[in-house]
């Protein structure tokens, strides 16, 4: 069994949890958190993901690892835009934090405030982060916006594949 932060993974019988919630992942999702949680606050190159999880030496793009990655932190509640479980290091790969950075909601204490929910008109999503979404298009049912003093600028953010 691998916990770390309050995921855990149980490679016996291939199954996960996030808090006391069992969590629904793919053969290869979990062989990617599987890669990642059993090495806890080790960068693992994608190289090595790429050996380890599809089993193959080469590839023509790293796009398989980011769109793993993104159905992974869904599941896992890990936000991109502020990841506290997996996060990128830029040119040297992924890396599973073993507990979340100072001030991030996740890590508690003080100054720490958990994000409240905004709920979104499907029809026309304007309170996003990115701008607002095509009038019927995937637009969200439900987006988060941090406090004003836990936004950041784009060069303050860590960079996330």
Known sequence: MHSV???????????AWKGGDEITFSRKEFDLVLAL????????????????VWHTS????SKTIDVHLGWVRRK?????RRPHLITTIRGKGLRFEPQPPPGHPAAGG??????????????????CA????????????????????DRVSAAERPVVA
């Not at 896992?76 to 991109?80: L, T, V």
């Not at 905004?118 to 999503?125: E, F, L, P, R």
């Not at 009038?135 to 003093?149: C, D, K, T």
Request: hydrophobic content about 35%; glycine content about 8%.
């Open 76 to 80: 896992i509640g890990d936000n991109p």
């Open 37 to 52: 949680i059993s090495r806890p606050g080790e960068i693992v190159t994608r190289e090595q993901l790429m050996r380890e």
């Open 5 to 15: 932060q309050d995921v855990s993974l149980d490679p016996e019988t291939r199954r």
């Open 110 to 127: 003080e100054g720490a405030q958990p994000v409240a929910p905004i709920v979104i008109d499907a029809d026309v999503a304007t309170d």
């Open 58 to 61: 080469f590839w023509t793009s």
């Open 130 to 149: 990115d701008g607002p979404a095509a009038p019927g298009v995937g637009a969200p049912e439900m987006a988060y916006r941090a406090p004003e003093a």
